[in-house]
């Protein structure tokens, strides 16, 4: 099937799956709940034809890691399907609604979106899950995964449309690419004719290339160079946590925070108990001269370059600076605008924080680790929009959503 | 200046006009209004020079009177900005907020959305209200008009740039490209380092042109190729003056209608009645057989092209249809997603359409027309959007703001 042939089948798939019930939508979650575990077999062999393509191909064994299923895996995808159908669903809701002058009755009522277009790299789970969001939000979905898990992927998805065809609901509203070549890609990202929306997920490369080619309206996600800002009055065990929270319980995702900011009046105090902890991570410092001065030689002298860069790794830049708008200002420059955090006691800089920093989200005395769907309490997310347009900071089903006005006149015209 | 330069401070501008009160922007925008009746010489002079050079360069008429102001036109455009001055602020609205279960506190917060870029054509009255309705919301914009205007633009910019320093407030939050090439404008569309949203205001082939060549997010406006669908049951009279309100009131505008679909049923009782109003207007019909049939000679037949036609002009599509899910297809098909009218006594048919049909504006016995920021209550517009992310419909103050969560916390880790 071609490209424009799946698009036009998303398209049909969508308008059915826009006025289908909740009820309907959630048998057929559960449905694929089901299906994905008794069809355990069939996706872990289709899974092992990927891992012995990507072993012969010497990809290394941290990417085979994402790409390998186990029983347990795909028990851990099937649960998700299921906590997304627990979720409530946005689809009809009623934000507002006003009567003007001359009578007619405006309403701002909450539908799907339509055909969402997304592009993704190696974690076959990522196929369930998006799927998944898009389905409860009404929305059609067209996958195109990497190359290395596209045996997985199109199995998972045969499992999936199955479900939701005896579920009584268009199979068509999940597909995947089988053609993973990069004319594909960008021929999809062109494809306005069909799809609503891309959400690319993955490195900074294929996010990259996904803003500069497509002509579809783009939700860019994932970049993320936060920071942890400790304030001449903050409560040194409190930031000690929270950087190294911050820093070292996850590093390779995109909350994990990269630049550690410190009032220099503090930093005698604070920076020797931050190290303490970091160190029982190896986690690597790169300090400016104070820095470097209050810690000693094991501080590698930090680059200009250090201050725009997502390590994703075991490393944390660490610059001293004079006051909390110096801060501010250092974030607002480096910074790609996703999550970042103030420690203090301050009121007056806590507030000043919140509102010059200019981020998806931005914290007072918390962890940048937060920023996620299941930690914000949506349950579940698509990714995290780092762009100011539609969506900021996680997505989750409402944010799968967008809006019709519908317009309750008597005869009225203008 | 370059096109970076003026990127940069739009910037710097933008993030002191994100903490500025309503007050201070809202005498910055009194300030204009004054302003503005007081050069009204020397807007004039620039004006009577791009006139010159319209005629010299052979333009037609009708568009010179679009680029043309008067001492009248100039007072419109600084009523138009007191207007906005009296419009509700929407910066610093808190949307929703929620307590997660380890205690930390999540609100979502309106901000302005940063550096807005506005591409538009020839008329010179777009810059006041556009750079008024963003300093209202807290954006700074970069504005780039047609050739044509070029001297107006500038110096209607030079006069509110003056009033805005001297309410306080940084000048470079508003700023007229000097430089009209397509070379520009095409650095603009990759300007995402300094723009966070590029909205296009014109004709089908800029918006064209923006949509195919921007990096930076777009807000698609503008395209409306709408219908009146007149149902069995309709009430014949609403019907007809429906009809002739979305057609001919003003037939150049996005809200206009372009086809009229007539169920079968009705046709014979209704096509003459609206045929006589639209006869008053000299509007051309160009339908189908059975239209044809019934009104005579004078019809011209449709083609297929005139389905998908958004004509602008004195001119109307005609087609019968056998059921209301014909009409809904019809639509979807050939719509341009912007304003759908169904005219009917039926409930259940009414509830159909309005689910079914794809538009940012779906009616129930009004007219298409009403599809407009001051008609909505929203006081002033900036665009009528027609894609399904960030903004649908008409755009007002609230639709130029994104959201930031501001997370209060009392030393929570993950």
């Known amino acids: 099937m071609t490209l424009e042939e799946m698009g036009a089948r998303a398209l049909s798939a969508s308008r059915l799956l826009a006025s289908a019930g909740t009820s309907a939508k959630n048998a057929a979650l559960l449905g694929i709940t089901k299906a994905l575990v008794e069809s355990a077999k069939s996706i872990l062999a289709a899974n092992a034809l990927d891992i012995d393509a990507a072993r012969a191909a010497g990809i290394n064994e941290s990417l085979i890691d994402r790409l390998a299923l186990s029983k347990e895996r795909i028990q851990g995808i099937a649960d998700g399907v299921a906590k997304v159908a627990a979720l409530d669903d946005p689809v009809g809701m009623t934000d507002s609604g006003w009567q003007r002058p001359n009578g007619i009755k405006i309403q701002k009522v909450r539908v799907p979106i339509g055909v969402i277009g997304i592009i993704f790299e190696a ?31 199109l199995e998972i998805a045969r499992v999936m449309r199955g479900a939701i065809k005896a579920a009584g609901l268009p199979e068509d509203c999940v597909q995947v690419l089988d053609d993973t070549s990069h004319e594909t890609a960008a021929k999809m990202m062109k494809l306005g004719k069909y799809i609503d929306v891309l959400i690319p997920r993955g490195g900074k490369g294929l996010i990259r290339s ?34 190294f929270n911050a820093k070292a319980s996850r590093p390779s995702v995109c909350n994990a925070a990269e630049t550690l900011l410190v009032h220099k009046n503090i930093a005698k105090a604070f920076l020797p108990k931050a190290k303490e902890l970091l160190d029982t991570k190896n986690v690597q410092l790169r300090g400016d001269e104070t820095v470097k001065n209050i810690l000693g030689d094991s501080v590698v002298p930090a680059t200009e370059e250090d201050w725009s860069t997502e390590f994703l790794d075991y490393i944390l830049a660490v610059k001293t600076v004079e006051r909390v708008d110096e801060a501010i200002d250092h974030i607002n420059k480096y ?67 967008t809006q019709k006005y519908q317009i309750l006149g008597s005869g009225q015209i203008r």
Do not use: W
């Not at 400790?230 to 409190?238: G, K, L, Q, S």
């Not at 937060?370 to 990714?383: C, L, M, P, Q, S």
């Open 210 to 243: 996904v803003v500069e080619n497509a002509t579809v309206p783009v939700i860019e996600t994932g970049a993320g160079n936060c920071h942890i800002y400790v304030d001449e009055t903050a409560d040194i065990d409190m930031a000690a946590n929270i950087i």
């Open 335 to 401: 910074g790609t605008r996703h999550s970042e955090t103030i420690v203090t006691q301050s009121y007056a800089n806590a507030q000043k924080f919140l509102q010059l920093v200019d981020a998806a989200a931005v914290y007072v005395n918390a962890s940048t680790r937060f920023t996620d769907g299941n930690e914000f309490g949506f349950g579940a997310e698509i990714g995290i929009s780092t762009q100011k347009l539609h969506a900021r900071g996680p997505m989750g089903l409402m944010e799968l959503t």
């Open 123 to 153: 974690r076959p789970n990522v196929t369930a899950d998006a799927a998944a969001l898009c389905l409860k939000s009404g929305n059609a979905c067209l996958l195109r995964g990497g190359k290395e898990a596209l045996r997985s992927n």
